[in-house]
């Protein structure tokens, strides 16, 4: 095994950072977090993973929702600026134009994609409330939907999100190397002609 043990590290990478939104104490409140990830497309089931102590982590508990809003580079410094200081002793909802959807959330206009989400379950595991959400509606820029289909949302280079990794460095998405469920499939074929 040509393997070293680094540890307990968590490193799958990059992920994207977002913005997560809520209510707290009447106004809306926004925490820059990295700990974010799908967990099921069809019902669509996102996860965040919150420090108990965030204002933020608060808000979700109080009003059972919030938003995830997943910004572009451009936005870099305005998203680690939320990830440095408090909702307790900062409005953070100066920063940003909010709109809101069904589920009570804030969400902001500048992120080209906004999940306004509602708690579906809630688990606590030492200091972290890790919230599993149901995704009651998607936003996306108008610039960025295809017309005549609302499906079709553009690649993402062209959304530009904003990956984090376990350096504690930001990155930007690379090329398309292969389609989903398909690339398999031009392996196996690949494959019999070999065998
Ligand atoms: C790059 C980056 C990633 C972060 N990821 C997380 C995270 O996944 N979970 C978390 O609880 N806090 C994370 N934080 C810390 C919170 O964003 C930070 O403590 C923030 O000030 C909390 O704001 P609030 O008290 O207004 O909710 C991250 C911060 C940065 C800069």
Do not use: W
């Amino acid at each position: 095994m040509n393997k070293r043990a680094i540890g307990t590290v968590p490193l799958i990478y990059p992920v994207p950072i977002v913005l997560v939104g809520a209510m707290v104490e009447g106004r809306g409140n926004f925490s820059t977090i990295g700990d974010a990830a799908i967990m099921g497309i069809r019902p669509a089931l996102v996860c965040i993973s919150m420090n108990r102590t965030h204002f933020t982590t608060g808000g979700i508990q109080s009003s059972n929702a919030f938003s995830i809003n997943v910004p572009t580079t451009s936005q870099v410094s305005v998203v680690d600026y939320c990830g440095i200081v408090s909702g307790k002793t900062i409005n953070k909802a100066d920063l940003f134009t909010l709109f809101y959807g069904d589920g009570g959330a804030p969400m902001i206009e500048e992120c080209p994609v906004n999940l306004d989400c509602t708690v579906e379950k809630e688990i606590q595991i030492e200091h972290r409330c890790i919230f599993i959400g149901r995704v009651v509606q998607t936003y996306v820029d108008e610039k960025f939907v295809d017309e005549g289909d609302e499906r079709t949302v553009a690649e993402m280079p062209v959304l530009d999100p904003i990956m984090y990794a376990l350096d504690n460095r930001y990155y930007r998405v690379g090329g398309v190397i292969g389609t989903g469920y398909n690339e398999g499939r031009q392996y196996r074929e690949s494959s019999r002609q070999d065998g």
